[in-house]
């Protein structure tokens, strides 16, 4: 069963086409919509690799040594560990399928507490949530490791982590925008 979140700060939406649960774990797979000026930090993943489809409109992303705008019908696919940052940078709405292999409970959780967090009025105007400890739960729990300048506030983020796990921020999150 498709499900649909909508972030109403930066008005992307994402559908839940295939997610861990359903699969066993093997494939997460979903439908974005990226609003003009979105796009993610530069980051890697650990645990996945993750395969964008341009379904309409162009997507740009940006690799270690190189920039890709895909437009309908590309694909790339980036393996695990390997720096990117994904954006619009067109001034029209671009849509499409990332393909996350093996499947993420994690990942997907940490798309519903971030547009959770943005319709509860606790993100800034780019859809970051105003709590540091809350945006090092969501790093981690969605194999988030930023890279490039990001990596500078790695320990702090760690350290962060450490005392939101120690004060129950995890449960609490999940219980509040993941377990409904």
Do not use: W
Request: charged share 15%; hydrophobic share 45%; glycine share 8%.
């Amino acid at each position: 069963m498709n499900s649909t979140i909508i972030n109403p700060v930066i008005k992307d939406e994402v559908t839940f086409v295939q997610t861990a649960a359903a699969t066993s774990g093997r494939i997460t797979t979903l439908q974005v919509t990226l609003m003009p000026g979105g796009g993610t930090p530069m980051h890697y993943h650990r645990n996945f690799s993750e395969t964008f489809v341009v379904v309409s409109g162009e997507l740009t992303i940006a690799l270690k040594n190189r920039t890709l705008v895909l437009s309908a019908g590309q694909k790339l696919t980036v393996e695990k560990g390997m720096a990117h940052r994904f954006s619009n940078n067109s001034g029209a709405p671009v849509v499409f399928t990332t393909v996350v292999l093996p499947g993420s409970q994690g990942f997907e959780d940490a798309l519903r507490i971030l547009y959770g967090l943005a319709a509860d009025g606790k993100t800034d105007d780019k859809g970051v949530p105003r709590n540091l400890m809350v945006m090092a739960v969501v790093s981690k729990i969605s194999d988030m490791h930023l890279a490039g300048p990001g990596v500078l506030l790695l320990p702090l983020l760690q350290l962060l982590n450490l005392v939101a796990s120690v004060l129950g921020y995890r449960e609490k999150l999940l219980a509040q925008y993941c377990r409904n």
